[in-house]
């Protein structure tokens, strides 16, 4: 392991979760005062089973789940081991007879064979009782957890009942920011947290989603293996649920884990001196893990190809395109998650970009294969066609042999052609879509923009919204292919996988061992050409990529309006909110529609409004005419009309509707503009499904607003990379593409080959051509990382022994002082100051040191 080579250096913790002057609090609760809740041991798993049992609506219906999940694994088994030994085929396709005594017609029970030859073909088996015995074991281990988990979500039930004073049939009508306030209310009666007096938002969001945030920050930073460039396929992505499982269990809750338990990180890991001890560890780990999954392959992929046969078989007959729709991969989610975004959060926003991203895919139907669909349709359809009129004029045509299969492949032969055919009303406009897509996952490339009509970004955009078909087959082949990457994949990681637990891991008061990333700060992980110039202290190495700490912050503030954040970050998100609201105000005349087809728009906001203009059409145009003096409404009204809630409202045409929907727009504005008040938590129905509705299209107001603050980072993102063009020297890799289409600020330079071009360092590695010019400053980094490497142990970066020192202040609270060398990023062109390479201390000296913990408080 000493020829591996690292990034990371250690990060020094600077973000205080608690209120202050509450840091290092422990509370003294009179004896009498205590109730059931005070105190509770393990908050990551109390929190999670709460936030399960809510977004299982209720107890009973998590109940029932739990008990057909049982049934159902000892259906698979018990169904597929009697067909395969308890059946005479023989019999059931008319290949024997069977004599009869009161009847000629052969029934069902006759192609059964006795008990006792059923049971000997079993014994006789060793494979089937290799599989009976595994499925047994497992199926007791999952009746032991269903007991388990039942007795634990009644006590989750009772504290719904008796301390959030919300019944069961409530539940399902409730939010989860009503369920997170009332959580944070009773912290105060019920001390569930003695550490702290009081609990935030974040903070019950980090007990969540603690290992989450860890597996999103090491997609962001391009550390798992899950992105492979193959001879024929070319570069392509494999995340399975079942590799995502033993990334989980390596790294979280297996035996011998990175973490003691839920909260903490063991403290070796926390040391950097033996790094090279815990990195051989870890790789032998990975290398049993991957054995043991290598001996279960065939009872895995037997179970795979079971439960996918008998989950998807129905559909397939009842819907045979199912298969040619599409899904957001597992990669794709984890890659589109904000820090710290529940579940639910996510399939919102990915669900609201669905009908977006299924249009601007099949935007790229092949012509070729459009026009082979059409003859086969009319060929299949024509024997279809004859078939059924057969069929129609004497029902006897079923009983010869192969004309009911005849008619049902037929059948599944003209749907699959009809998936290849495109609408012929369908409009090609890949850019509007793309930036309609944008505006709901809030992530992209930046050499996507720009180029949205290039098969290039379409094959990369497929990664994250593949076919069911794709989803489905990567999900059986995982048994195998998981073993081959745990091996010999990750285990080459180990030595940049605990540098990065042990860098990128803080300890916050009452919340424990969290990812830095998920503190949000700006001045640790901010991206300079992300609006954090100024604001940050990164390096190239600390900040996190693709604008994710300002975009992931700018959802949880907009989220939880409740939520107030340290000083910092409160001015980020107030001059964020402000210049939005400034350049929204100015779009309200710049955008009227009937200027939309003059000379480019004046303001950002207006060039953003413009873009899906053209797919809202009149309704949108409608919106802003109403709307004009309304400010930053303007575009939440414009994208509101891609929402299926909005197109709700405006087909049902209610008076009443139109005035309520009014009524929670200031109430949402006074929410947004950081009052404190969070409207979302407010039930004004008489009823339940009035209280649901009102929280429903609050939440569709919040998804609006930060659907504008991204198109409005991603617009400015753009504009400040295209003006480090003119400001940097880049080295252009070499291309076979032509270079017609490169921009003539670049074509003007002495010898463009001397250049290069920034690209995403987290997401697609390959420019298409040069007329794709990425316009990241995140990819920035990647260029000058040759240049960058040499120096990555040096004064760029923050360890716990560098030019940053802490001293102790009146109180014994760490004082660190202000540093004197400016962090990451890179210098202007004649300001890059010399850099020293600093070599790691030898294993011995951080061995017999202290673990060095820095605490938030």
Known sequence: MAHFDTEYQRLEASYSDSPPGEENLLMHVPEGAKSHWHHIENLD???????????????????????????????????TVFLANCVDYDILFANKFVNHTDSSKVTLPDAFLPVDVCSARIRDNAFVIFVLIISGVFWLHRLVKFLYNVCCYWEIRSFYINALKMTMS?????????????????????????????LTELDIYHRILRFKNYMVAMVNKSLLPVRFRLPALGESVFYTRGLKYNFELIFFWGPGSLFENEWSLKPEYKRGGNRLELADRLASRILWIGIANLLLCPVILVWQILYAFFSYTE????????????????????????????????????????????????????????????????????????????????????????????ITLLGVCITVCRSFIPDKHMVFCPEQLLRVILAHIHYMPDHWQGNAHRYE?????????????????????????????????????????????RNFTVEVVGVGDTCSFAQMDIRQHGHPAWMSAGKTEASIYQQAEDGKTELSLMHFAITNPQWQPPQETTQFISQLKERVHREATGAASDTHPLSLSESEPRSLIANLLVGPSTLASVHFSSSLTNHAAAGSSDGASALRSLSPISSSFH?????????????????????????????????????????????????EYASTEMSIHALYMHELHKQQSRGE??????????????????????????????????????????????????????????????????SSHSSSQRRYSGPTTNSFGAGGKVVRSARGVPMGGWAEEGQAAPRHHETLPEESSEDDMPPQIHKIA
């Open 651 to 699: 087909l049902r045409g209610s008076l009443s509707a139109a005035n309520r929907a009014s009524g929670h727009t200031s109430t949402m504005s006074k929410a947004m503009a950081g009052s404190g008040t969070d409207a979302r938590t407010v039930s004004s129905g008489s009823s339940a499904w009035e209280g649901q509705l009102t929280s429903l299209v609050l939440s």
């Open 170 to 198: 409530e539940l399902p009508y409730a939010t989860w920011q009503e369920v997170q306030a009332r959580i944070v209310e009773i912290q105060k009666e019920h001390q569930i947290c003695i550490h702290k007096k009081e």
């Open 45 to 79: 798993l109390f929190f999670q089973r709460v936030y399960n049992l809510h977004q299982k609506n209720g107890f009973t219906c998590m109940l029932l789940g739990e008990i057909f999940e049982l049934v159902q694994l000892l259906f698979v088994v018990g169904f």
């Open 725 to 790: 063009l003119s400001r940097h020297t880049w080295h252009r890799q070499e291309s076979d593409e032509s270079s017609d289409s490169v921009p003539d600020e670049v074509r003007s330079e002495p010898n463009p080959h001397s250049r290069h071009f920034p690209r995403s360092h987290t997401f697609p590695t390959t420019v298409p051509s040069p007329s794709a010019i990425p316009t990241s400053s995140s990819a920035i980094s990647s260029t000058t990382l040759g240049q960058e490497r040499a």
């Open 457 to 501: 970004t379409r094959d990369q955009f497929s990664q994250l919204f593949q076919y069911k078909a794709v989803f489905i087959l990567e999900e059986l082949i995982s048994p195998v292919v998981t073993p081959i990457i745990l091996i010999f994949c990750l285990r080459r990681k180990s030595l940049e996988i605990i540098d990065f637990f």
């Open 315 to 406: 559909v397939i007959k009842r819907e045979p395109g199912s298969l040619g729709a599409r899904c957001w991969s597992l990669y794709g989610r984890c890659y589109l998650r904000h820090f710290n975004e529940l579940d639910h959060e996510l399939m919102s926003r990915l669900s609201k970009g669905y009908k977006a991203a299924s249009k601007y895919m099949n935007c790229f139907l092949s012509p070729l294969l459009t026009v082979v669909a059409k003859n086969l349709a009319f060929f299949a359809g024509s024997l279809l066609a004859v078939l059924i009129a057969l069929t129609i004029y004497d029902e006897d045509v079923l009983a010869v042999e192969h004309v009911l299969s005849s």
